[in-house]
């Protein structure tokens, strides 16, 4: 009887037998598991020395030849674990995956999936159908050991945009179908894959509010802007703020009075320190407050306080955290700082804008120095600066 393996790349690197398997555990070295990976993936080809040695000794002055005969040497030890066959077959100057060995492989199978998919456009319910199957076969991006190994980090890259798109196909279907709680458990695999695909934030949205979790809603709303604003520096989309606008329209419900709209839409307790608020929001209480000084002719002012990273000791921070940890600071030095009445979001990810009314241009510096000397105290250890800027509004109004 013919043997026959199953290979899976996708989340954690398997291979089996059907009765016995080889894990990343198992094999314990990066370099055996990518060595293996890499025949398996090219097992149609001969290797040669000349190429295996390029692929996974470029870099290295050492005996190569030495080094690749020593990692065969354990490779094919650690194969005995499924059994007796002679997996990898050396040729003159060269290796090769023994062709006589079948290997089913969860990415080939994922291709022919995704094909099918396109080659059904036409219909809904066989399409329906592929798609979850390919969801299914897919556990995940390529297994992280050798998901950034030069010679598959494009198919890598390829295989995770086939997946997303085959997810965004399926969240079409399911919102037509109004299968809502099956949209949203296909929401949270794709963002466990790409957190930053602002598309499926929306799909998820949408599915939250058919099945009326409202504030699941909101909370992954906020949590969606806050990503996007911190490790990316920009702002979620128009198509995003729709669906939260109708969102919040919708979860409003039905007020029968005047007292009831007053009780449904007031603060609950005592209001204290700035109101803090996401820019869409403060850029329309920007517009109501600068028509209202123009029409009453009096002077108030916007205030731009950003944190200085040039010449710091975390201008170099790769991951944003200490960047990140300062603005949560300010964030903090600024509320405390201001009264009720004045309002603060945050503009881009170094950057905060407040709105002072009633208050006059020396008032607007007396504030700035103090949130500024307040932020020092508190942010020593990032050896960071803040610096701000004041403008009139009904100078821009």
């Not at 674990?81 to 990415?107: H, M, R």
């Not at 170099?316 to 009445?341: F, H, V």
């Amino acid at each position: 009887m013919k043997t026959k393996i199953k290979l899976q790349l996708f989340g954690k690197f398997t291979l089996t037998n059907g009765e016995k398997i080889l894990t990343e555990e198992t094999l314990h070295s990066k370099k055996l598991t990518r060595m293996l990976a890499y025949i398996l993936v090219n097992r149609d080809t001969i290797l040669s020395h000349q190429r295996l040695i390029e692929v996974f000794w470029e870099d290295e002055s050492k005996s190569p030849e030495g080094a690749l005969k020593n990692l065969m040497y354990r490779l094919r030890m650690v194969m005995k674990e499924l059994g007796k066959e002679q997996f990898i077959c050396t040729l003159p100057g060269a290796y090769q995956w023994n062709p006589e060995i079948e290997v089913e492989s969860d990415y080939e199978w994922f291709e022919v999936l995704a094909a099918k998919v396109r080659e059904n456009q036409a219909d809904d319910k066989a399409v329906e159908q592929l798609c979850e199957e390919a969801i299914e076969c897919y556990q995940g991006n390529v297994s992280a050991r050798i998901a950034e190994e030069p010679w598959i980090l494009s198919k890598t890259i390829w295989y995770q945009s086939l997946f997303m798109d085959i997810v965004k196909t399926l969240c079409e279907i399911y919102k037509s179908k109004r299968k809502w709680d099956r949209l949203e458990q296909i929401c949270n695999q794709a963002l466990a894959v790409d957190a930053y695909d602002e598309d499926v934030h929306c799909w998820m949205l949408e599915s939250l509010k058919g099945q009326k979790k409202y504030k699941l809603a909101v909370t992954h709303y906020e949590r969606t802007r806050k990503l996007f604003y911190e490790n990316m520096g920009i702002r979620v989309s128009g198509r995003m703020q729709e669906i939260y606008q109708n969102l919040m329209r919708e979860s409003g419900g039905s007020i029968s009075n005047i007292a009831g709209l007053i009780e449904e839409t007031k603060e609950h307790g005592q209001p204290s320190g700035a109101y803090l608020c996401e820019y869409g929001v403060f850029r329309q209480i920007y517009r109501i407050e600068a028509r209202r000084v123009t029409r009453l002719g009096i002077a108030e002012y916007l205030m731009l306080m950003t944190i200085q990273t040039k010449g710091f000791s975390f201008a170099e921070d790769k991951t944003g955290s200490a960047i990140g940890k300062a603005m949560d600071i300010l964030e903090r030095m600024i509320c405390e700082s201001l009264r009720a009445g004045d309002v603060v979001a945050r503009y881009s990810p170094t950057q905060y804008i407040v709105l002072l009314p009633a208050c006059s241009f020396e008032s607007g510096e007396a504030v700035a120095n103090r949130i500024c000397r307040n932020f020092r105290k508190h942010a020593g250890r990032y050896q960071c600066n803040v610096a701000y800027e004041l403008a009139e509004i009904s100078a821009m109004a």
